[in-house]
Nanobody, 123 residues
């Protein structure tokens, strides 16, 4: 089992930036990919981005491509999501997750979830 703890959420004005962090502990050696999802009020949880364990291959949802960057520090078992040019529609609870592969994560197949961190973007 892998435990995930997110941090870095908060309130930011439109056009601003935030960086989310997700620290993993437990059986991290079994994790092939890590990533982020988000869930806005009244909506389903959607895929945002994922990164392979080597930290070189990434994949993004079209809605955030070019604005968000996912990265990973394997020595710290931590994955990051740098979010730039934030817009009110980015407001959501952001969840860190693990998965067997990036493609599985894009389909919503996830091994472990974090507790989520709130991101609110004001206009």
């Amino acid at each position: 089992q892998v435990q995930l703890v997110e941090s870095g959420g908060g309130l930011v004005q439109a056009g601003g930036s935030l960086r989310l962090s997700c620290a993993a502990s437990g059986r991290t050696s079994s994790t092939s990919a890590m990533g982020w999802f988000r869930q806005a009020p009244g909506k389903e949880r959607d895929f945002v981005a994922a990164i392979r364990s080597g930290g070189t291959l990434t994949t993004y949802a079209d809605s955030i491509k070019g604005r968000f960057t996912i990265s990973r520090d394997n020595a710290k078992n931590t994955v990051y999501l740098q979010m730039n040019s934030l817009q009110p529609e980015d407001t959501a609870v952001y969840y860190c997750a693990t998965g067997g592969s990036m493609s599985l994560m894009r389909q919503g197949t996830v091994g472990s979830w974090g507790q989520g961190t709130q991101v609110t973007v004001s206009s």
